[in-house]
Every structure is written in C-alpha cells, then in structure tokens.
C-alpha cells in the first residue's frame, strides 16, 4: 500500500521528531498538534529577515507585505474547507472566533433562548457557550441543551438529534456542534444539522477545530451560517497558532449584523484615514479587530501550499484507507481490554480512531510511548490515535498495532 501510495512523498515535507535511538516517533497525534513543515522555517525566517531590513516599512515591501498578509492565505483556506473566499478569514484563535460569532449570532429572546451543544463537547466550547448565555442575563440550567448518545452508547444518533431540534427548536437560538467530536470523532453531517435547524428558525454554527485540514468540510454548501476551527491540528501550523472563521455569504454584507468590531475589519480603502465611524468590510473580514499576526500566518502560509499540493479530496481518500487498515488491525487483535468507539462507517469519521480502555488503565498508554508511539490520552479511558495521510504510512499502522498487540500481551 505505501509502495502505491500517490501521496507518499509528502512524508518527506515533515519533520517527523526522533527519539532518542535517533528512530523516528511513530506520530499519531496530528489531531493534537500537527508536525511541522519544513519549509515552515524558511517562511517565518523571510519575515524575521524583512523585519530586521525593512522595519515598519516591511508593510509595503517587504517580499510578501505584511499589510494584506492574511489574504495571502484566504483562497487556499476557502477551498480547504470548501468555502468562498469572501465567507473566509485567518484571523484571531478558536475560542475568540466563537465569542464573536455568538455575538453576531446568538441572539436570544425570550421565547428563543436556548444553545444546543453536544453533551461531551471540548470544554472550552462549553465554557464560551455557558459565559455567553450568562451575559445575556439566561441560566445554563435551563438555556444550555445537550446532545446526548443513549445509555450504554458512546455515538450520537441521527434520529436523536432530529428529534431533539424537532421538539425544542422554537425555543433554540443557536445550533453549536463540533462537527468532528474531539472525543469519540465521530463526523456529523452539517449538511442536515444546517437543514433542520433552519427548518425550526434556528442559527446553526460549527466548531471545526478537528475537522479542517482531516475531512472535506464544505461549508459553503453546508448551509451553515458560521464556523470557526484552529490550524495547529490537521493544518500544521505550529502550537497556538491563528484560527480560520466562516461567515456564509448570505450575512456578510449585513451591516445591520450585529457584531465586536476593530480597525481591520475597516473599509480598506478608507482604514488609515483614521474616520470615527466604522465601515464593514463586504466580507467576513468585517469580523477581524487586529492587524495579522504575520509569523503565524507565514507558517500557516507554509502549510496550506502543501495541501493545495495535495488536495483535500485526495488526502480523504487515503485517510479512509489508513484508518480502515487501521480499524480492521485493531478488530483481529481480539482483545477485551480495549474497543473503538468511533464510528465504523467511513462517512462518519475522519482519520481519528477513538479506543476505549476497559478500566481505565493509563499505563497501556505510556508504555506505549516508552515503545515510540506518540498518541494522545482523553480523560477518562481513551487514547485517541490519529493516522494522518499528509505524513502517516500503512507501515506506520501496522508497526503502532504490531507495539499494542506486545503490550496488551
């Protein structure tokens, strides 16, 4: 499978970290943190070096101006994530992107209130959600509503949410699903979610963080009204690095849209005219506050070369291949220690394969690290392994289960 593998080449663009027998890592972690790029640094160095010359003037002339830096990175994003370019920015961090689109878009009255999330959402959605609900003088008790999978089952059923938006939704405001659950990865179709939440009267936004740069997203299409992700997961572009935001076409001119402005977000024709009276921007870029954060941007700027390289539907292909390899390696191991949870059909999950410990043993996971594989642990009982098609190879599947297998033994 290597040897036919179309993308095999694009494992030698990553830094793959060493241990220290100076082998490589077997990497699983990139729905974590994602591996460098090594054409990363030479980016971020262009602007270091443009900074040292140039000073402030590198806004104008430096090689790549750091005045309209982050458009530079808008048409590879879109078409990353399958948007328009006018409904797609680089901007801000995750968490900051949702507050400000709840601003725009969770408009609670008191008939129409409620916030539906899943019930094992990222905590820091929940935390934003919660705060957000608070600020517009409601309870979390009665304004936040779960989804929730059925006792005993760890996924989320499609008849359940339909029945959950179908009963309560003249009273939700605000849709807000991880469109990839960080937890079980299970992949939930927007497409639908969009549908019937509309259908209801509801505004429907997406948390992508583990879904951009892993499955095509196809927001525009989605019907969604907004999403936002961060690019240090799938995208590679380094620890903290700047979130993307999607604002669908049919709100961005809306300058009656309620939304937290700042300067970037300025008419930019008339922005350093310094006027006292706010001109949106007829895009999602009105939603930015502050001039880019170019370092960042340059290794973002790095890594989305390389997917526009590879493209996304050609990644998702492998991915289903990898983690099929990998699912069915895990089923022939036979053991009752450990169970997937992530959903078995294809369309229904990325590349992150979720497996349950009976007991909740932590030691499985360490020793497997003690062994050369990086993967990820989740409170309380999962270790979440993430075959990656930019820079992961069937050999490194069956080498990560041939390392279980000895463990579990």
Request: aromatic share 10%; glycine share 6%.
């Amino acid at each position: 499978m290597d040897e036919q593998d179309s993308l095999k080449s694009f494992r030698s663009k990553f830094h793959i970290p060493l241990q220290t027998n100076s082998n490589p890592f077997i990497y699983l972690s990139g729905n974590s943190l994602g591996l460098q790029p090594i054409t990363a640094k030479s980016h971020i160095e262009q602007e270091l070096e443009d900074w040292k010359n140039l000073g402030v003037e590198g806004h104008l002339h430096a090689k790549n101006p750091w005045l309209p830096y982050h458009e530079f990175l808008t048409e590879s994003m879109a078409r990353l994530v399958g948007a328009k370019p006018i409904e797609t920015v680089v901007m801000n961090t995750l968490s900051v992107n949702l507050h400000l689109m709840m601003v725009s878009f969770y408009r609670p009255t008191k008939s129409r209130f409620k916030i539906l999330i899943e019930s094992d959402a990222f905590p820091s959605d929940r935390y934003a959600v919660e705060s957000q609900i608070k600020f517009h003088g409601f309870s979390p008790e009665t304004a936040l509503l779960e989804l929730k999978p059925r006792p005993d089952e760890h996924l989320i059923r499609k008849e359940d949410i339909e029945a959950l938006i179908d009963q309560q939704g003249d009273e939700i405001a605000l849709i807000l699903i991880g469109n990839t659950n960080y937890y079980s990865g299970q992949f939930f179709d927007m497409k639908t979610i969009s549908h019937l939440g509309h259908q209801k009267g509801c505004v429907v936004g997406f948390d992508c963080a583990h879904g951009a740069g892993n499955v095509p997203l196809n927001l525009h299409d989605s019907g969604a009204d907004f999403a936002v992700w961060c690019t240090y997961k799938y995208i590679n572009a380094g620890p903290g690095s700047l979130g993307g935001c999607f604002v669908n076409e049919r709100h961005v001119t809306n300058k009656n849209l309620p939304r937290f402005t700042g300067w970037w977000g300025h008419n930019k024709i008339t922005r350093f005219k310094m006027g006292n009276t706010f001109e949106p921007i007829p895009s999602v870029e009105a939603w930015q506050l502050s001039n880019p954060t170019i370092f960042s941007m340059a290794a973002i700027k790095a890594s989305l070369a390389i997917f526009d390289e590879a493209g996304i539907e050609n990644l998702r292909k492998k991915s289903i291949q990898l983690t099929g390899y990998l699912e069915f390696l895990i089923n022939e191991i036979g053991s009752e220690v450990i169970s997937i949870i992530t959903p078995s059909k294809p369309n229904e999950r990325g590349c992150q394969l979720s497996i349950q410990l009976k007991h909740a043993d932590k030691n499985l996971f360490e020793n497997l690290l003690k062994k050369g594989v990086i993967a990820d642990w989740r409170e309380p009982d999962v270790i979440r392994v993430a075959p990656t098609p930019l820079y992961n190879s069937f050999e490194d599947v069956f080498r990560f289960v041939t390392i279980l297998k000895d463990q579990l033994a």
